[in-house]
């Protein structure tokens, strides 16, 4: 005997703002009790993340606080287009540490649908001069901390916290 079941989710434009409210949140939090960043400077990454969203191009990011190239804290946030049920959490937990000489990265990983002419249409829109970078992010000095989902509908980030 087998079974077999489809299921489907679908999504609006404004659940990915949704969603996204709930990151810019957390990283203009992260800018503020780090001071490695302006808000102002917090606020341009969620915008350009929030606008790849919208277009099916952002596949994850990731934010690190280091201190003289040493990883302090990371949350990392993949996109889930198929969450289904998931319960949506409150921002936050970021609250980050003043550290000697910080320094904020945020690497944004893009979908296989953003091709090169994509690119080049989507540049000018955005608000961050983003590069090609070989940061290494697999945070092996850092383990686990937490975690949390951000969703609405379809649609959401898993947060993973690292220290």
């Not at 969603?19 to 490695?36: E, K, P």
């Amino acid at each position: 005997m087998s079974a077999t079941e489809t299921v489907s989710y679908t999504y609006t434009q404004a659940d990915v703002e949704e969603v996204f409210r709930r990151f810019s949140t957390d990283i203009i939090m992260i800018a503020d009790s780090t001071r490695a960043i302006t808000r102002s400077k917090a606020e341009d990454y969620a915008h350009d993340a929030e606008y790849l969203a919208k277009r099916g191009f952002l596949k994850k990011v990731d934010v690190t606080l280091l201190s003289e190239n040493v990883e302090k804290k990371a949350a990392v946030y993949l996109v889930n287009d198929k969450v289904g049920d998931v319960t949506s959490q409150r921002p936050g937990g970021v609250l980050w540490p003043r550290v000697e000489n910080p320094w904020l990265r945020v690497t944004i990983w893009y979908t296989s649908a953003y091709t090169d002419a994509i690119k080049a249409q989507t540049q000018p829109k955005l608000k961050v001069g983003w590069s090609t970078s070989t940061a290494d992010t697999s945070h092996s000095s850092l383990s686990k901390s937490g975690a949390r989902s951000y969703a609405s509908n379809g649609y959401g980030l898993d947060r993973e916290d690292l220290t």
